[in-house]
């Protein structure tokens, strides 16, 4: 039906005989021409439709999104009436013949314009939204990031192995999706929430390389950068060590960053540990885009004479660089947004021409104030923050003003993507609302050698064989080195809480295989659709999915969740209990 893309015409196809296939994306009438906007997934291109052709009388017909066919031939636009703003801007195609393949209802939104329709709108009418050039940006660029993935791993070894999605539940902090069996009334099976224990298996079972494109599934709240299904690059070796993993992903990341932007990134990428993410960034998933750390000065702080410093368990400062004249409602933004991250309150230092301004200004004296300055490498100009608090509290709470900065001031530029590895996080931690120890990622995670014999005594002194990969403040993978000897597996849960008989009803099938020489293994899975989304440019995974969910789980184009007839519900033994009205 079609020769050519409209989107892929140029200047050296003028004089062919082309046919096209699209949608009209706009229409105008002046008179005697007809021009239509022709689109297909690959770009525009401009149709003219004369009197003396048959195409003109149908050209007056069709209206935008009417399916159509045009055969015509390529020419050069007249100098004046070249358009740069499209591919195609050099050429047009003087129609001969325009069939109607199929016309089109007055859409709920305009395609060629929808940016600013409401996102229920476009996710009832997803056929639609998906249509428009950026939800098609963003699916080609998904689908070269999947093609590169798979083309780098096979080159490194690794084989593709496909994971069941029906198994039982083996509880790793998310709620499960439940799936009933009609086979085995009572018993049922779970969608897995990731592929973690089937991946060990495999590496027990002498695989050594493996990777999915894996669909994962949680029931939990939803958030911008969360659905109920989802989908992991997932990744596992035997024989390795951390540097051996995190020089796979690198290399990994650095093809797909050429392959689908054309972008380099500089390699190796910045390790951090998770204390000093915390101390200089306030969140263990820093942008990097900019500077803007907090520096710890509670040595300095407790020699001013001010109770509130020198009681501090510590004292935390941002140093915002030439905003010492910072309107009295911005610095009031910026404290609110520390108390509501839990701060007790934050007071300012504005470094002025005429001399040091704001509430610390009477306490500080010259010599202090130089300390400080030296603290922080401040400088005229400058804003000074502080917040005095437990050190976690503090840091946290002038993070949630560097991100907002950040963005205030476009400090982060566009198309600039910053990575960074987080390393040595704890390995557990204590949850004070179940009364008990929990893990940090997750309870097969290996703690580090030297920190073994701390397990029983002082658990929360152990760090991990774990590791996170941040891109432009958002976390995009984590994994770890895993445990693989039962011995030990078998105390970590018992520090979780899980005893003996537990386990074996758990996870006793991993426990058994740990027994027929598991070799030491590790791996990592990225959250694809989080990083298609930051490389895309966009806020939310919603956008690059091809069909999402809303924020409350509902599929608003096919109606899902939906009710079933109570004939299915029989053969598979399930009564629905309806809630009680409150």
Known sequence: MRTHWCGELRPAHAGQRVAVCGWVHRRRDLGGLVFLDLRDREGVVQVVCTPQQPAHAAAQQVRPEYVVRV??????????????????????????????????????????????????????????????????RNLRLRHRLAKATRDFLDREGFWEVETPHLIRATPEGARDFLVPSRLHPGKFYVLPQSPQLLKQILM???????????????????????????????????????????????????????????????????????????????????????????????????????RLFREAEAVRCLRIPQAASASRREVEQWVTLAVEAGAPGVLHLALQPDGPKGPLAKHLTDGLLDSMRAATGAREGDLLLFVAAAGDVASAALGKIRQQVGAQRGLAREGTFAYAWVVDFPLLEWDDQEGRYVAVHHPF??????????????????????????????????????????????????????????????????????????????????????????????????????????????????GAPSEVDEAQLREVHIAVRKPAAP
Request: glycine share 6%; aromatic share 8%; proline share 6%.
């Open 445 to 558: 995670t290996a703690p580090v050698d030297e920190d073994v014999d701390l397990l029983e005594s002082q658990p929360l002194r152990v760090r991990a064989k774990a590791y996170d990969l941040v891109l432009n403040g958002v976390e995009v993978a984590g994994g770890s080195i895993r445990i693989h000897r039962r011995e030990l597996q078998e105390r970590v849960f018992r520090l979780l809480g899980i005893g003996p008989e537990q386990a074996q009803e758990r996870f006793g099938f991993l426990l058994e295989a740990f027994q027929y020489g598991a070799p030491p293994h590790g791996g990592i899975a990225f959250g694809f659709d989080r990083l298609v989304m930051v490389l895309a440019g966009e806020d939310t995974i919603r956008d690059v999915i091809a069909f999402p969910k809303t924020a409350s789980a509902v599929d608003l184009m096919m």
């Open 71 to 136: 055969v015509g031939e390529v020419v050069i636009r007249p100098p004046h009436t070249v358009n740069p703003k499209i591919a195609t801007g050099e050429v047009e195609i003087r129609a001969e013949t325009l069939e109607v393949l199929n016309p089109s209802r007055t859409p709920p939104f305009e395609v060629a314009d929808g940016d600013d329709v409401d996102e229920s709108v476009r996710l009832r009418y997803r056929y639609l939204d998906l249509r428009r050039e950026r939800m098609q």
């Open 204 to 306: 027990v079972a002498g695989v050594e390389r493996y990777f999915q494109l894996a669909r994962c599934f949680r029931d939990e709240d939803l958030r911008a950068d969360r659905q109920p299904e989802f989908t992991q690059i997932d990744v596992e070796m035997s024989f390795v060590d951390r540097d051996d993993v995190l020089s796979l992903v690198e290399r990994l990341v650095g093809y797909l960053m050429r392959e689908a932007l054309g972008v380099d990134v500089p390699l190796p990428f910045p390790r951090l540990s998770y204390r000093d993410a915390l101390l200089r960034y306030g969140t263990d998933k820093p942008d990097l885009r900019y500077g803007l750390t907090i520096d710890d000065v509670t040595e300095v702080a407790k020699a001013a004479e001010l």
